[in-house]
């Protein structure tokens, strides 16, 4: 009998070793996705586009997601998440590649709306995480994920704005490279996890018992609203850098005069300063939120990390000085950082074990709404009260969003606390068991 004793040790090691093969596979496809997004404002700034066309090139993303992500996160349930991770790395590649030839805002909304369709690596990564982890060790593992977002918008971005000096297509062409090669890598090192048996379908009986449930719903509604601000800023950030300080762009005249050249000279500008705001993002996730979450826990965090986020958000819009920009920069990501991981642990260990896929499944596609709805209305916002709009409405909304946190906290923080001491207590006849 002491010859089993080995076995159970091996399986956290398994584990460790395939949340490391998520991460470096996420990673290296969202280096493709950092690539693409901070050169939307500047290409379609280019082909004429108005502040609201940009939101709507944003939101298209995230509309063919909302509308999918349920689907993939189903089928991972189904038929598994190793296929459905690969599978949807394969199309984002294809995506890509349609970015890079587009030279219109017709074939540019058809390439974003693509990569939504298949953008299905996110929920079912987490969905991954969740199935290869403990329940008190969730918040690092989806720590890992926020850490591949974080240098994905790190190096992305930064990588994205330098090869538009080879041409407007190589970005495109590079990222569908990187994809190819996350699905690639996947493929060969990926194992899929152990399946759960009572694994339900994601349908509308998930849905209302998601949001009839007090700690998921509300859950669900804070990561909503600081995806909502977040995106806001995501979409209008280099606009708003192009209205208010064109010089540190490197454009002299009001952006509305400037050629087509010196709007796409402004491209790697703004992937350094998107460089700036992922690397503090990824220190946080990756690293920070490790020390953070044992010493705080994950319900001060959430409530720290919404206030952090609209502070700034709101030092962003009122900045009379560049330098106060950058400011907001360094403080914005630092309550990103933290609230997102902390929310999707939380999720994570209020969900059933047969529903992780669904129910996070139906968090990124919440996610995928607010990235419709954010940068629609920050475009709107924009055009009618001007540049600062959209970092004023986001802050007020990260302070409803603070307030819901608080309360949230007061009333379940009894019953995760529970959860942990259940989950510390040994198993009875766990001590005779060494020695049968």
């Not at 091996?10 to 093969?21: E, I, M, N, T, W």
């Not at 940009?54 to 939101?59: V, Y």
């Not at 979409?235 to 509305?256: C, D, H, N």
């Amino acid at each position: 009998m002491s010859e089993t004793s080995p076995t159970p040790p091996a399986k956290p090691k398994r584990g460790r070793s395939q949340l490391l093969v998520v991460f470096l596979t996420v990673l290296i496809d969202l280096l493709g996705f950092g690539i693409v997004i901070p050169l939307l404002p500047i290409y379609s700034k280019a082909y004429g586009a108005s502040e609201l066309e940009l939101g709507i090139l944003f939101a298209s993303f995230s509309a063919m997601q909302f509308v999918f992500a349920p689907f993939w996160g189903r089928l991972s349930d189904r038929v598994g998440r190793r296929p459905v991770l690969v599978g949807g790395l394969l199309g984002t590649s294809a995506s890509y590649v349609l970015f890079a030839f587009a030279d219109s805002m017709p074939l540019l909304y058809a390439s974003r709306c693509l990569a939504g369709f298949f953008g299905a690596n996110v929920a079912t990564a987490q969905a991954f995480v969740a199935d290869v982890t403990k329940p008190g060790e969730r918040a690092k593992g989806m720590g890992l994920i926020g850490a591949a977002f974080g240098l994905g918008f790190t190096f992305g971005p930064l990588v994205g704005g330098e090869l538009v000096s080879v041409s407007m297509g190589a970005p495109g062409f590079f990222a569908a490279a990187l994809s190819f090669a996350a699905a690639s890598y996947g493929f060969v090192k990926l194992r899929e996890p152990e399946r759960h048996e009572a694994s339900r379908s994601y349908g509308l009986g998930t849905v209302k018992r998601a949001f009839s449930e007090g700690r998921t719903g509300t859950i669900l509604l804070l990561y909503f609203l600081a995806v909502f601000a977040f995106a806001g800023f995501e979409t209008m950030f280099i606009r708003f850098g192009l209205a208010r300080f064109p010089g540190v762009f490197g454009v002299e005249t009001s952006i509305e005069a400037a050629t087509v050249d010196e709007v796409m000279a402004a491209a790697p500008i703004a992937g350094r300063y998107m460089f700036f705001i992922g690397l503090m993002a990824a220190f946080i996730q990756g690293g920070l939120i490790r020390r953070l979450v044992p010493r705080f826990g994950e319900l001060k965090l959430i409530v720290a990390g919404p206030a952090l986020l609209g502070l700034g958000l709101l030092l962003i819009g009122a900045a009379p000085a560049w330098w106060v920009v950058l400011v907001g920069c360094a403080v914005m990501p630092l309550g990103f950082g933290v609230n997102n991981p902390s929310l999707n642990g939380l999720l994570s260990r209020a969900t059933g074990s047969g529903e992780q896929g669904a129910v996070l499944g139906l968090n990124q596609s919440l996610g995928s709404l607010a990235r419709v709805a954010g940068p629609m209305t920050a475009g709107w916002v924009f055009g009618l009260v001007g540049a600062g709009g959209p970092f004023f409405l986001s802050a007020g909304i990260l302070a409803v969003a603070t307030f819901v946190a608080l309360g949230y906290g007061r009333r379940h923080g009894g019953s995760f606390r529970a959860a942990d001491e259940r989950a510390a207590a040994p198993a009875p006849g766990s001590s005779s068991g060494d020695g049968a």
